[in-house]
């Protein structure tokens, strides 16, 4: 298990409706585009998949932070 912290700036409304949603059913929300992610790390791969299946790459930034502490505390 691992903490993931994820935040965006997706410029068109309906691009930025989907991934809040999509993020919002799988992680914390910690302030408007900034969601904690707990969970595998295969969990997040997966959700990141599909967020980048959502995003625009050439008018959308994601920021995606990885805390490997869970893994090392083991």
């Known amino acids: 298990m691992g903490l ?8 068109d409304r309906n691009r930025w ?3 809040h ?7 914390l ?3 408007y ?3 904690l992610f707990n969970g595998s790390r295969d969990a ?5 998949s ?3 299946s959502i995003i625009d790459p050439r008018e959308d930034d994601c920021l995606l932070y990885t805390s490997d502490a869970a893994d090392e505390a083991r």
């Open 33 to 35: 585009s900034v969601f």
């Open 21 to 27: 949603h999509m993020l919002i059913a799988q992680a």
């Open 4 to 11: 993931y912290l994820v935040a965006y700036d997706i410029r």
């Open 44 to 48: 997040f791969e997966r959700c990141m």
């Open 50 to 52: 599909a967020l980048t």
């Open 17 to 19: 409706h989907k991934v």
């Open 29 to 31: 929300p910690i302030q």
